[in-house]
């Protein structure tokens, strides 16, 4: 392990890194290989010709550098790979990359490919792809502040990649992992491509064959994968991957009684959601297996400073004051919700209070008071939400009328989920903007506030503030310094009204019984999976 790696232990993944390192006394290979989880099929197992996996939208895109949509990731994951990735504790694992060693100032990573990789295109990777894919990431990528320390992106021989920084970021590699708007590997060629518009050919498990809007997207089992034979199963995104079908089928089914129809039918094998009520009657049916995620994502709305009346703080703390958390995720979720105002979940290593002063304050008739002292004069306020998560709908149909009650007038406009996400850019057409914020949480805390941050900025005006505090978390020399960083980011971003946080939406998943080796995560793996 190189030595300046060994050095940042405060940092709970590291502390996982180096017991997977103890574990299999890998210390000379400079990497540690993730632990397996998940035993691929036997060697008996046949391939299937059809997978069909039921998920509630499309894909605003399956270019993975400008979204942070679940929708993408549960597609794009299959066919693109990382240079470096996360495993099922969420600690760094090598993906891509062979190995790495970072210099003594902590200013060089090197990183050594993995050689023969090919992608879909049957063209081999080598460093120039992945020197490619970095400069399109740090050119135009969604959450390229990532790269912003970046200054020099060199491709020595064909298997080396050097990253050289303008100064030390201890979380760099936590940043490079992180799956929120990935940092995907793909053709040389494609660097040009703009946003929104590239070609989907990666090096992974799975090969894109055609997008029906409004039906599917169909990959298929890309027969020139090499499985990572380092690994002996799936770890997170990383191990040894194999295909078990011809075919895999995302469906995208936005109705949730469909989706369970089709899972009882037979006609799904996969489900993404399962309803509590649905779960419930499907307890003891034994061609149903259901699985349990706690932590699926941080039900809220982004708040727009930029359009009136939200780009005055007195209004937006207004909202936040106004609204019964209990009552909305209550409702929207069947009652598979815990409220918390952490922007991380309990039990995550950054997981603060700060901030909490201004949660779930309930309190309409201060609110009012609060609105007519900011001078509101019945100005309309705009929600945007979607019809594709049914979560999502319910909960802006409920503040709605609870900011409706504090004398506010409030028009909802409700979209599918791919034109909602489009919508989302325009500054001029919304208040809030309701959302899920899954991937951020579960990966740490400079994944998650990268929203809210320059240049992406998804409340569209600058806070210099927030700025500084990111720019501060993510150079911080020791865990205590970045937690506490991180506590005064998330009472700013509570202090502003940045971001609504309602509450922690638990999810069920469910299969066919004969499906095998499906391990729920936080965006499905159907690698490794087969039926029975």
């Not at 993408?72 to 190995?99: G, K, Y």
């Not at 990528?141 to 303008?166: F, G």
Request: hydrophobic share 40%; charged share 25%.
């Amino acid at each position: 392990m190189p030595k300046q790696y060994l050095q940042n232990k405060p940092h709970k993944q590291s502390f996982v890194w180096l017991t997977k390192m103890a574990r299999h006394s890998l210390l000379t290979l400079g990497f540690c290989l993730g632990l397996a989880v998940a035993p691929v099929a036997s060697h008996a197992q046949t391939v299937k010709p059809l997978l069909v996996f039921g998920q509630e939208a499309p894909p605003p895109t399956l270019d993975p550098y400008f979204t942070t949509a679940i929708s993408t990731r549960n597609v794009a994951m299959h066919i693109f790979e990382q240079l470096v990735t996360r495993d099922e504790t969420n600690a760094v694992i090598p993906e891509l990359a062979e190995s790495w060693s970072v210099s003594p100032d902590g200013l060089t990573y090197t990183f050594k490919l993995r050689t023969g990789v090919k992608f879909h295109n049957g063209k081999v990777m080598t460093s120039a792809d992945v020197k490619a894919s970095f400069e399109r990431y740090k050119r135009m990528a969604l959450a390229k502040v990532t790269l912003a320390s970046v200054t020099e992106i060199n491709a020595p021989d064909a298997t080396t990649l050097e990253l050289k920084l303008s100064q030390r970021q201890p979380v760099f590699l936590d940043e490079l992992s992180a799956f929120v708007t990935p940092i995907v590997i793909i053709p040389a060629e494609q660097n040009g491509k703009e946003g929104g518009k590239l070609e989907p050919i990666g090096t992974g498990p799975m090969q894109f064959v055609e997008w029906i809007p409004d039906s599917h997207i169909r990959l298929k089992r890309f027969v020139d994968y090499q499985p990572d034979a380092r690994y002996k199963g799936t770890d997170g995104f990383g191990g040894n991957k194999k295909v078990w079908f011809d075919t895999v089928d995302f469906k995208f089914v936005k109705e949730p009684g469909t989706r369970v129809a089709g899972l009882e039918s037979g006609q799904l094998q996969i489900i993404e959601d399962l309803p509590s009520e649905s779960a419930k009657r499907l307890g003891n049916n034994k061609n149903i297996v259901i699985y349990d995620l706690k932590n699926f994502w941080l039900h809220g709305a982004w708040v727009n400073h930029h359009r009136a009346p939200t780009n005055d703080v007195r209004i937006r703390r207004a909202v936040q004051m106004a609204l019964d958390m209990d009552e909305i995720m209550e409702i929207s979720t069947d009652g598979a919700y815990a409220l918390q105002p952490g922007l991380q979940y309990p039990g995550n290593p950054y997981y603060v209070k700060n901030g909490e002063q201004y949660y779930n304050v309930k309190n309409p008739k201060k609110a009012a008071a609060l609105l007519k002292e900011a001078g509101y004069k019945g100005e309309e306020f705009v929600i945007i939400t979607n019809s594709s998560y049914q979560s999502m709908y319910k909960a802006a149909q409920i503040v709605s009328e609870q900011l409706k009650g504090i004398g506010m007038k409030v028009r909802v406009d409700v979209f599918d989920w791919a034109t909602a996400m489009n919508q989302r850019r325009n500054k001029e057409g919304w208040n809030l903007w309701f959302t899920g914020q899954g991937s951020g949480p579960s990966v740490g805390p400079f994944s998650a506030l990268k929203d809210v941050v320059s240049p992406q900025n998804n409340q569209f005006v600058a806070d210099p503030v927030l700025d500084k505090l990111f720019a501060e978390l993510v150079l911080g020399e020791t865990f205590d310094a970045r937690k506490e960083t991180f506590g005064k980011f998330q009472e700013r971003v509570y202090e502003q009204v940045l971001f609504l946080k309602f509450g922690d939406l638990m999810r069920k998943q469910a299969s066919r019984s004969n499906v095998k080796g499906f391990m729920p995560y936080r965006i499905p793996r159907l690698w490794n999976v087969w039926i029975e």
